[in-house]
């Protein structure tokens, strides 16, 4: 389903009428949301069907203990961000996995995919129509929070949440360090951390660090395949209006048609453009970044995570490195 190969038969565990009514539905959910083109809801499956072998999943849950069958299940509320394809599908896996129950509030820009494909995956387990819950209405008798969010709702599930046992995410960016002697195939992959889901996740390279009197000429001229990303309208909407808004106020920018890019300190650049800032010494820059760890979700770089993985998360990659896992198998 993730490659678009057509039904290929009962041995699936589904119907080929089940089949096409859930490839129907990667096709036209982008009229729900318009980020969620048919290739970003696609590569998002095939990243969870990767993800997701035998030798993973014993690999990410052996290190932890966990409840007897007899043992009392906690009902985790889970608050799902919008931002990307099935976004909240780790913590869902997470709660399940731990031997517990997950009531599912799901972002409206991300409320047809999971309900859909969990449906699809209660045909071969039984166990998930009575351990996972997708509800719209206000969550109630629950017994902990893993919520996700802006900085903004973090505020508000703060408010309404912190007595319970929580683990809150706000909002974070990822950065690439650059040395100056990447090969032309490493600068490409780089574009995929950069351009992946137009940008939108927070493993999505927002920020650039450079050495001194760094020559751009090789990034564009790797990065040049991605441009058909202009063409999407809401892309090519923040493209404008933050070219427009930049030039009116005589900021200097960096363009090549379809990504601006400007100097400047901060992390989070906005859609359709990357800011970028230079450096001396990088261990000087390495520990100016350490203090800045609680807004960065990876590093990409030769000396970090490879370029191009950003987006290829293992199980035991948690977000904002905080371990889900431990956290509910220490739910008593």
């Known amino acids: 389903m993730a490659e678009n190969k057509g039904w290929q038969g009962f041995h699936t565990g589904i119907t080929e009428h089940e089949f096409n009514a859930f490839d129907n539905l990667i096709k036209t959910v982008f009229h729900h949301n318009g980020w969620f083109i048919e290739q970003n809801v696609r590569e998002a499956l095939e990243a969870w069907a990767d993800a997701l072998t035998n030798e993973n999943i014993h690999r990410w849950l052996a290190p932890y203990s966990f409840k007897s069958e007899k043992a009392v299940r906690k009902k985790i509320a889970v608050i799902g961000a919008g931002n990307i394809p099935m976004v909240a599908m780790h913590d869902i896996l997470c709660v399940y996995a731990s031997g517990n129950d997950a009531l599912v509030k799901l972002s409206r820009d991300d409320d047809k995919l999971l309900p859909a494909l969990f449906s699809l995956l209660q045909k071969s387990d039984d166990a998930l129509d009575s351990h996972i819950e997708f509800t719209d209405s206000k969550l109630e008798n629950f017994d902990a929070v893993i919520a996700t969010g802006s900085n903004n709702s973090a505020q508000y599930f703060n408010y309404y949440f912190g007595k319970y046992p929580h683990i809150i995410r706000k909002n974070r960016n990822s950065i690439a360090i650059l040395d100056g002697n990447e090969t032309s195939e490493e600068l490409k992959k780089l574009g995929n951390d950069i351009f992946d889901y137009f940008g939108l996740g ?43 808004i930049w030039l009116l106020n005589r900021q200097k920018l960096l363009d090549n048609g379809f990504l601006l890019l400007k100097e400047e300190t901060a992390l989070t650049s906005p859609t359709a453009t990357l800011y970028w800032q230079s450096y001396k010494d990088e261990r000087e820059l390495r520990n100016h970044l350490a203090t800045k760890e609680i807004e960065i979700q990876c590093k990409v770089g030769r000396l970090d995570m490879a370029f191009g993985s950003t987006q290829c998360p293992m199980l035991w990659d948690y977000a904002d490195g905080v371990d889900t896992m431990m956290f509910l198998s220490s739910l008593s």
């Open 202 to 244: 927070c493993r999505n390279v927002t920020k650039l660090y450079v050495p001194e009197d760094y020559r751009f000429d090789s990034f564009f001229e790797a990065i040049y395949d991605f441009n058909p990303i202009v063409h999407h309208n809401k892309y090519a909407n923040n493209y404008d209006y933050n070219k427009a």
